[in-house]
C-alpha cells in the first residue's frame, strides 16, 4: 500500500470550510485578477510565478463568487458551497432527489 | 490550491507582499471618501463631477466591493413619469412599519432622487431597462420603457435591474473622472482639529492590509460610506462558514471610528433575531423561499399540493399575478411590511397550525415549475441572477449542477432545523438589522454629523438599508461635502493623533499570546448573547459592559496577529468591541420596551409609552458618554428642509 511508505507530519487541523475555492492548474494561468478583485483578499499569489493562487484564509470566503466572475479563463475557477449549505432539489414529474454537487 | 496542501509539498513560504510596517504615506484631497461600496463610489462620482480632487479608501477591491458590489437585483421606492406614488408615500410606507422609527430624512433625499440616480446609473453603463425583451408582454414589464417592476405591478415603485451591472461601471466612471481609489487599505481612525474629540474633522487614518503601510489622509471634508455593525451577535465561520449578509469585512469599523471621534449615533439599542446570520442558515436566497428576491414563488408541500396566498385581508388570491397586485381598496404595496395599509400578499400567515394538523406536509419547496414562464425566468434568471452573491454560487452552479427551474422543486427548509426565516431561529442569535434599519450615525439635511466637514452615507446612517438608497445618500453626500470642502483648506493636523493611532494600530503585532481574532470576536458575541439579547434589564446590561470592558483590558490586548491581513481582522474585532459597547449604552439608555426597535427591558416592560418614543442620541464626549432625546419626526417638513438644502 501505498500510503505505508509516505512520511506522516504533526499536522493541525484544517480551518472550516476549508475549500471555498478551487482551480484547474490546466486552465489557470496564474493572472491573479481573482487576487485583486477578492473584498475580504482570501487569496493569496502562488510563489511560483504562472500558477494558480492559493486560498489563505478559506473560512473567511463570503461565496460572491466576483473571483470567477473576474477570471478571464473559463473553468479555471470553481466554488464550493460549505458542505452543511448543499440544498436539495426534486424532480416534479419522477420525484428523484438532487443534491448541489459543489 | 489551499495553503494547507501547498505547504505539505512545498514547505512553509513567505508572505507574498513587502511589508511596509511604521512607514507613513500622506495623501492629500479635497475629498476623502471613506469606503468603495455604493455610498461611497457614488459620493466620489459627484464630489468629482464637480471638478474636485477626490479620493476613494477601500478595504477591500473597489470594482467588486461592497455589499452591492457584486450585484443587486431591485432598486426599490422610486417615484417617476410613469407611476402616481409621490415621495411623501413612499417614505411613509416605511414609517408606517416602523412605527415612525425610520430615518424619514434619508429615505426622502432617496425617494426624491432615485429616478434621477437610476438614469445616471444607465448612462454610466448600469442595465436598468429589459434591453433584450426577455420579458415582452409581461404584466411586470412596460412596453414603451422596457422597465421591469417587482412586488407591486399596479403602481409601478419597485424596479427590478440588471445589478451586477452598476459596480462595474461606478468603478470606471471613478476612474473616468481621475477619482483615485486607494484599495486594501483599512480606515483605522479619525483626525480632528487640534486631536479633540467632537472637534472638526481633518482627515482620516489606515493602514495597507497587505503591507502593513501607515495611511494619513488629509481633507477638506470626509465622507463616511463605511457601512455598519456586524456580527455583534452572531460569528462562527465553523458552523456556517460566512453566511452573514454583508460582506465579511463590514463589521462597523465605520461606526466605530466616528465614536471614537465623537460623532452622535442613534437606534443603536435595536436588535432583532437575525434570518441570515443564524449559525444555522444558508447562504441568503439559496434555498426555496417566497421573500425578497424570490417574491411571487409558489410554495408547494411534500405531495405537490400548492400554498396559498392570501392578501391582507385573507382572500385567496388564484392567480399568481394577483400576489403582485394591491388589495381591493389597497393604494400601493411596499417591499416588505407587516403593516395593513402597505401589506403585501403572502404565503397564509397560518401555515405552520395547517401543517401540524396535517394540511400540508414537510418538507416544502419552491415550485418555480408550476408558475407562468415570464414569473419563473423573472425569479430564477433575473433576480437570482442579478442579486449580490447568487449569481455565481446559486444561478450558475445549481444550473451547471442540473437543476432546471422549469422541471424542479428547490427544496425550501422553512420550519425544518435551517429555516432562515422563521421557526429554528435562536431568539439569542440576534443582529442589529441586516435587512431592514439599523443604528449609525445622526446627520442634518446636508447629510452633515454633529462633527464639523464630516458626512454620512448610505449604511452609515441609521435606519439605513438598500442598493437604492446607499446611491442616492452617496450621490447627496458626495455633493453637499465638494459645496463644503470648496470654502475650506487643508489644515495641518495633530502630529500626536496620528502617533496615537499608529500605536494603537501596530500593538497587535507585539502580542506574543496564542489568541487570534476569531476567538475574541466569538466570546464577544457570547458576552452579547448572554446579557444584551432578548430580554434585558439594568443588572444585565451592568454585566454586559463590565464583561465587554473585562475583554478590552484583559483579553483583547493579548490578541496577536502575525500579518498585515490578520492585523486587518484584530482591528476589526476591536471595532466589534466598540460597537457592542454603542449598543449596550444605548440600551441602558433607553428606559422603556419597544416592539419594533425589538427591544424587551423587563425592568421597564411598557411598550413604547409616549415619553420615550423618540430617538435616544448617544455620542462619547472623551470617555463619558453624553445622551439627549431627539423627536421621532425631528425631519418634519420633508419637503421644505429638502428643498431648502438639496442643491
Same mark, same amino acid.
Given at each position: 500500500?501505498?500510503?505505508?511508505?509516505?512520511? %506522516?507530519?504533526?499536522?493541525?487541523?484544517?480551518?472550516?470550510?476549508?475549500?471555498?475555492?478551487?482551480?484547474?492548474?490546466? %486552465?489557470?494561468?496564474?493572472?491573479?485578477?481573482?487576487?485583486?478583485?477578492?473584498?475580504?483578499?482570501?487569496? %493569496?499569489?502562488?510563489?511560483?510565478?504562472?500558477?494558480?493562487?492559493?486560498?489563505?484564509?478559506?473560512?473567511?470566503?463570503?461565496?460572491?463568487?466576483?473571483?470567477?466572475?473576474?477570471?478571464?479563463?473559463?473553468?479555471?475557477?470553481?466554488?464550493?458551497?460549505?458542505?452543511?449549505? *448543499?440544498?436539495?432539489?426534486? *424532480?416534479?414529474?419522477?420525484?428523484?432527489?438532487?443534491?448541489?454537487? *459543489? | 490550491?489551499?495553503?494547507?496542501?501547498?505547504?505539505?509539498?512545498?514547505?512553509?513560504?513567505?508572505? $507574498?507582499? +513587502?511589508?511596509?510596517?511604521?512607514?507613513?504615506?500622506?495623501?492629500?484631497?479635497?475629498?476623502?471618501?471613506?469606503?468603495?461600496?455604493?455610498?461611497?463610489?457614488?459620493?466620489?462620482?459627484?464630489?468629482?463631477?464637480?471638478?474636485?480632487?477626490?479620493?476613494?479608501?477601500?478595504?477591500?477591491?473597489?470594482?467588486?466591493?461592497?455589499? #452591492?458590489?457584486?450585484?443587486?437585483?431591485?432598486?426599490?421606492?422610486?417615484?417617476?413619469?410613469?407611476?402616481?406614488?409621490?415621495?411623501?408615500?413612499?417614505?411613509?410606507?416605511?414609517?408606517?412599519?416602523?412605527?415612525?422609527?425610520?430615518?424619514?430624512?434619508?429615505?426622502?433625499?432617496?425617494?426624491?432622487?432615485?429616478?434621477?440616480?437610476?438614469?445616471?446609473?444607465?448612462? !454610466?453603463?448600469?442595465?436598468?431597462?429589459?434591453?433584450?425583451?426577455?420579458?415582452?408582454?409581461?404584466?411586470?414589464?412596460?412596453?414603451?420603457?422596457?422597465?421591469?417592476?417587482?412586488?407591486?405591478?399596479?403602481?409601478?415603485?419597485?424596479?427590478?435591474?440588471?445589478?451586477?451591472?452598476?459596480?462595474?461601471?461606478?468603478?470606471?466612471?471613478?476612474?473616468?473622472?481621475?477619482?483615485?481609489?486607494?484599495?486594501? @487599505?483599512?480606515?483605522?481612525?479619525?483626525?480632528?482639529?487640534?486631536?479633540?474629540?467632537?472637534?472638526?474633522?481633518?482627515?482620516?487614518?489606515?493602514?495597507?492590509?497587505?503591507?502593513?503601510?501607515?495611511?494619513?489622509?488629509?481633507?477638506?471634508?470626509?465622507?463616511?460610506?463605511?457601512?455598519?455593525?456586524?456580527?455583534?451577535?452572531?460569528?462562527?465561520?465553523?458552523?456556517?462558514?460566512?453566511?452573514?449578509?454583508?460582506?465579511?469585512?463590514?463589521?462597523?469599523?465605520?461606526?466605530?471610528?466616528?465614536?471614537?471621534?465623537?460623532?452622535?449615533?442613534?437606534?443603536?439599542?435595536?436588535?432583532? +433575531?437575525?434570518?441570515?446570520?443564524?449559525? &444555522?442558515?444558508?447562504? $441568503?436566497?439559496?434555498?426555496?423561499?417566497?421573500?425578497?428576491?424570490?417574491?411571487?414563488?409558489?410554495?408547494?408541500?411534500?405531495?405537490?399540493?400548492?400554498?396559498?396566498?392570501?392578501?391582507?385581508?385573507?382572500?385567496?388570491?388564484?392567480?399568481?399575478?394577483?400576489?403582485?397586485?394591491?388589495?381591493?381598496?389597497?393604494?400601493?404595496?411596499?417591499?416588505?411590511?407587516?403593516?395593513?395599509?402597505?401589506?403585501?400578499?403572502?404565503?397564509?400567515?397560518?401555515?405552520?397550525?395547517?401543517?401540524?394538523?396535517?394540511?400540508?406536509?414537510? $418538507?416544502?419547496?419552491? =415550485?418555480?415549475?408550476?408558475?407562468?414562464?415570464?414569473?419563473?425566468?423573472?425569479?430564477?434568471?433575473?433576480?437570482?441572477?442579478?442579486?449580490?452573491?447568487?449569481?455565481? +454560487?446559486?444561478?450558475?452552479?445549481?444550473?451547471?449542477?442540473?437543476?432546471?427551474?422549469?422541471?424542479?422543486?428547490?427544496?425550501?427548509?422553512?420550519?425544518?432545523?435551517? =429555516?432562515?426565516?422563521?421557526?429554528?431561529?435562536?431568539?439569542?442569535?440576534?443582529?442589529?438589522?441586516?435587512?431592514?434599519?439599523?443604528?449609525?450615525?445622526?446627520?442634518?439635511?446636508?447629510?452633515?454629523?454633529?462633527?464639523?466637514?464630516?458626512?454620512?452615507? #448610505?449604511?452609515?446612517?441609521?435606519?439605513?438599508?438598500?442598493?437604492?438608497?446607499?446611491?442616492?445618500?452617496?450621490?447627496?453626500?458626495?455633493?453637499?461635502?465638494?459645496?463644503?470642502?470648496?470654502?475650506?483648506?487643508?489644515?495641518?493636523?495633530?502630529?500626536?493623533? @496620528?502617533?496615537?493611532?499608529?500605536?494603537?494600530?501596530?500593538? $497587535?503585532?507585539?502580542?506574543?499570546?496564542?489568541?487570534?481574532?476569531?476567538?475574541?470576536?466569538?466570546?464577544?458575541?457570547?458576552?452579547?448573547?448572554?446579557?444584551?439579547?432578548?430580554?434585558?434589564?439594568?443588572?444585565?446590561?451592568?454585566?454586559?459592559?463590565?464583561?465587554?470592558?473585562?475583554?478590552?483590558?484583559?483579553?483583547?490586548?493579548?490578541?496577536?496577529?502575525?500579518?498585515?491581513?490578520?492585523? !486587518?481582522?484584530?482591528?476589526?474585532?476591536?471595532?466589534?468591541?466598540?460597537?457592542?459597547?454603542?449598543?449596550? &449604552?444605548?440600551?441602558?439608555?433607553?428606559?422603556?420596551?419597544?416592539?419594533?426597535?425589538?427591544?424587551?427591558?423587563?425592568?421597564?416592560?411598557?411598550?413604547?409609552? +409616549?415619553?420615550?418614543?423618540?430617538?435616544?442620541?448617544?455620542?462619547?464626549?472623551?470617555?463619558? @458618554?453624553?445622551?439627549?432625546?431627539?423627536?421621532?419626526?425631528?425631519?418634519?417638513?420633508?419637503?421644505? &428642509?429638502?428643498?431648502?438644502?438639496?442643491?
Amino acid at each position: 500500500m501505498a500510503m505505508d511508505k509516505k512520511k %506522516i507530519y504533526a499536522f493541525p487541523n484544517w480551518c472550516t470550510p476549508s475549500n471555498p475555492v478551487t482551480f484547474d492548474p490546466q %486552465i489557470c494561468n496564474g493572472c491573479n485578477q481573482c487576487v485583486d478583485v477578492c473584498q475580504a483578499d482570501v487569496l %493569496i499569489p502562488n510563489p511560483e510565478k504562472g500558477k494558480p493562487p492559493l486560498v489563505l484564509f478559506p473560512e473567511e470566503c463570503w461565496y460572491a463568487g466576483c473571483c470567477e466572475g473576474a477570471c478571464p479563463r473559463s473553468g479555471a475557477i470553481q466554488i464550493h458551497l460549505p458542505l452543511a449549505q *448543499r440544498v436539495r432539489w426534486k *424532480r416534479k414529474a419522477t420525484g428523484e432527489h438532487f443534491r448541489v454537487s *459543489r | 490550491m489551499n495553503w494547507t496542501r501547498y505547504i505539505k509539498e512545498h514547505g512553509l513560504i513567505e508572505w $507574498p507582499y +513587502p511589508i511596509r510596517y511604521g512607514e507613513e504615506r500622506e495623501i492629500d484631497a479635497d475629498v476623502v471618501v471613506l469606503g468603495g461600496g455604493i455610498a461611497g463610489c457614488w459620493a466620489a462620482i459627484s464630489a468629482a463631477r464637480k471638478g474636485l480632487k477626490v479620493v476613494v479608501v477601500e478595504k477591500g477591491a473597489t470594482l467588486k466591493s461592497g455589499s #452591492g458590489g457584486s450585484g443587486c437585483d431591485h432598486w426599490l421606492n422610486t417615484p417617476h413619469p410613469g407611476t402616481d406614488i409621490t415621495a411623501e408615500e413612499l417614505v411613509d410606507w416605511e414609517l408606517e412599519m416602523t412605527g415612525g422609527y425610520t430615518n424619514a430624512l434619508s429615505r426622502y433625499i432617496a425617494a426624491r432622487e432615485s429616478y434621477e440616480t437610476l438614469l445616471e446609473m444607465e448612462k !454610466m453603463g448600469g442595465v436598468i431597462r429589459d434591453v433584450k425583451d426577455d420579458f415582452k408582454g409581461a404584466p411586470f414589464r412596460d412596453e414603451k420603457t422596457k422597465f421591469l417592476f417587482a412586488y407591486d405591478y399596479k403602481n409601478k415603485i419597485h424596479f427590478r435591474v440588471r445589478g451586477s451591472t452598476f459596480k462595474v461601471s461606478l468603478f470606471k466612471e471613478c476612474k473616468r473622472l481621475g477619482v483615485s481609489i486607494v484599495d486594501r @487599505v483599512m480606515v483605522t481612525g479619525l483626525l480632528t482639529e487640534g486631536g479633540r474629540t467632537g472637534a472638526r474633522v481633518l482627515g482620516a487614518t489606515g493602514f495597507h492590509c497587505r503591507t502593513g503601510e501607515f495611511y494619513v489622509f488629509r481633507a477638506k471634508a470626509v465622507v463616511n460610506g463605511l457601512s455598519r455593525h456586524q456580527r455583534n451577535w452572531c460569528f462562527s465561520t465553523e458552523i456556517r462558514a460566512n453566511a452573514n449578509f454583508r460582506p465579511t469585512q463590514i463589521v462597523g469599523d465605520g461606526h466605530a471610528l466616528s465614536w471614537r471621534a465623537g460623532a452622535e449615533f442613534t437606534m443603536m439599542e435595536k436588535s432583532m +433575531p437575525t434570518s441570515f446570520a443564524s449559525p &444555522h442558515a444558508f447562504q $441568503p436566497y439559496s434555498a426555496g423561499n417566497a421573500i425578497n428576491t424570490w417574491v411571487p414563488c409558489t410554495l408547494v408541500d411534500a405531495r405537490g399540493k400548492e400554498i396559498p396566498w392570501v392578501d391582507r385581508d385573507g382572500r385567496v388570491l388564484n392567480q399568481v399575478e394577483q400576489r403582485c397586485m394591491p388589495a381591493p381598496g389597497q393604494k400601493f404595496l411596499g417591499e416588505r411590511t407587516p403593516s395593513y395599509k402597505h401589506k403585501r400578499p403572502e404565503p397564509i400567515p397560518d401555515l405552520w397550525e395547517r401543517i401540524r394538523k396535517g394540511e400540508y406536509t414537510l $418538507p416544502l419547496y419552491a =415550485d418555480l415549475a408550476g408558475m407562468p414562464e415570464h414569473e419563473r425566468k423573472v425569479i430564477w434568471g433575473h433576480m437570482v441572477g442579478e442579486e449580490g452573491k447568487t449569481r455565481v +454560487p446559486v444561478y450558475i452552479y445549481y444550473t451547471e449542477a442540473g437543476f432546471d427551474p422549469a422541471r424542479d422543486m428547490l427544496q425550501s427548509y422553512m420550519f425544518l432545523g435551517s =429555516d432562515p426565516m422563521r421557526g429554528s431561529v435562536r431568539s439569542q442569535d440576534r443582529t442589529g438589522g441586516e435587512i431592514g434599519d439599523a443604528g449609525g450615525l445622526v446627520t442634518d439635511w446636508n447629510l452633515m454629523t454633529n462633527l464639523e466637514g464630516y458626512f454620512a452615507a #448610505g449604511d452609515a446612517l441609521f435606519a439605513a438599508n438598500y442598493h437604492y438608497h446607499a446611491a442616492t445618500t452617496g450621490r447627496y453626500a458626495g455633493r453637499k461635502a465638494a459645496n463644503y470642502a470648496e470654502k475650506m483648506k487643508i489644515t495641518p493636523l495633530n502630529r500626536e493623533q @496620528v502617533e496615537k493611532e499608529k500605536a494603537w494600530v501596530y500593538k $497587535p503585532l507585539e502580542n506574543r499570546e496564542e489568541i487570534e481574532w476569531k476567538e475574541l470576536n466569538a466570546a464577544a458575541c457570547r458576552i452579547m448573547q448572554n446579557y444584551c439579547g432578548e430580554y434585558k434589564n439594568e443588572e444585565l446590561l451592568h454585566l454586559a459592559l463590565i464583561s465587554l470592558k473585562d475583554l478590552q483590558e484583559n483579553d483583547a490586548p493579548r490578541v496577536c496577529a502575525d500579518n498585515p491581513h490578520k492585523l !486587518m481582522r484584530t482591528l476589526e474585532v476591536h471595532n466589534i468591541l466598540t460597537c457592542d459597547e454603542m449598543i449596550v &449604552h444605548a440600551s441602558m439608555a433607553r428606559k422603556a420596551s419597544s416592539d419594533v426597535l425589538g427591544f424587551n427591558r423587563l425592568d421597564y416592560p411598557a411598550v413604547d409609552p +409616549p415619553e420615550w418614543k423618540m430617538w435616544i442620541v448617544l455620542r462619547n464626549d472623551d470617555g463619558q @458618554v453624553r445622551t439627549r432625546k431627539m423627536p421621532l419626526d425631528f425631519w418634519t417638513p420633508l419637503a421644505g &428642509h429638502y428643498e431648502e438644502h438639496h442643491s
